[in-house]
């Protein structure tokens, strides 16, 4: 089945506990991103990656930072998370190519709460 | 900068009847515009992508409209049922490798 994988769905952390949500996405895509999702604020994009090794900041990229060594996996990483980091978080992954992108699939989502 | 407007308040329609739901983008020129529809706690789910030299497209009971003079796409979903209670969400695409989401639309079909 095709789809994209997020863990932990649930976490509550205390400020300053570096913590990663993991991503992994079984459609050989090689546009994965990330999104929080606040309310009154919509689907924000914090970061995305274009393919293996290629990230570029969405438009809330401040206080995360991502990797992407492997096509499948996209990890997102608080470094050292504050409680305005507290949202509802999406991965998502697409087809892409240089004349467009495709449709994304996301995550099941992951509630963070930054104590 | 780009903007994206829907209808912020939730639009409440009788079953059966055609729901109209609107996307304003403004300092964009997306190439194509993609709908979602998203469950409360729930990931979005794609639901149609409309081109720009693309006047209408249809899926099933859902109708989407794209108008680049007005920067407007309208998503219609007709003989409106119960089940079709969720968000909309729109998203131009196009100029960078962003997809950037309007806040999106409540609907709520009443039986």
């Known amino acids: 089945e095709a789809q994209v994988t997020q863990n932990p769905r649930y976490l509550i952390t205390v400020t300053g506990k570096k913590l990663t949500v993991t991503c992994s996405q079984n459609?050989?895509?090689?546009?994965m991103s990330w999104y929080r999702q606040d309310p009154g604020l919509g689907l924000r994009q914090i970061y995305y990656?274009?393919?293996?090794?290629?990230?570029d900041k969405g438009d809330v990229p401040e206080g995360y930072k991502v990797s992407r060594k492997e096509k499948r996996n996209f990890p997102l990483i608080l470094e050292s998370p504050s409680p305005n980091q507290t949202s509802l978080y999406f991965c998502?992954?697409?087809?892409?190519?240089?004349?467009?992108?495709?449709?994304?699939?996301f995550g099941e989502g992951s509630r963070l709460t930054v104590l | 900068s780009q903007k994206i407007e829907q209808n912020s308040e939730a639009l409440n329609i009788q079953e059966g009847k055609t729901a109209t739901l609107t996307c304003n983008y403004t300092?964009?020129?997306?190439?194509?515009l993609q709908w979602y529809r998203q469950d409360p706690g729930r990931g979005p789910v794609f639901l149609l992508l409309?081109?720009?030299?693309?006047k209408e497209k249809r899926k099933e009971r859902l109708k989407v409209t794209f108008d680049t003079t007005l920067k407007q796409s309208l998503f219609h979903i007709t003989a409106s049922q119960p089940a079709d209670s969720a968000t909309y969400l729109c998203?131009?695409?196009?100029?960078?490798?962003?997809?950037?989401f309007g806040t999106g639309t409540r609907l709520k079909v009443l039986a």
């Open positions: 300092n964009y020129s997306p190439a194509y």
């Open positions: 998203a131009p695409v196009g100029g960078t490798y962003k997809y950037i």
């Open positions: 459609m050989n895509h090689e546009y």
């Open positions: 998502a992954s697409s087809f892409s190519s240089v004349a467009s992108l495709g449709e994304l699939f």
């Open positions: 990656s274009m393919n293996v090794e290629v990230t």
């Open positions: 409309i081109r720009e030299n693309e």
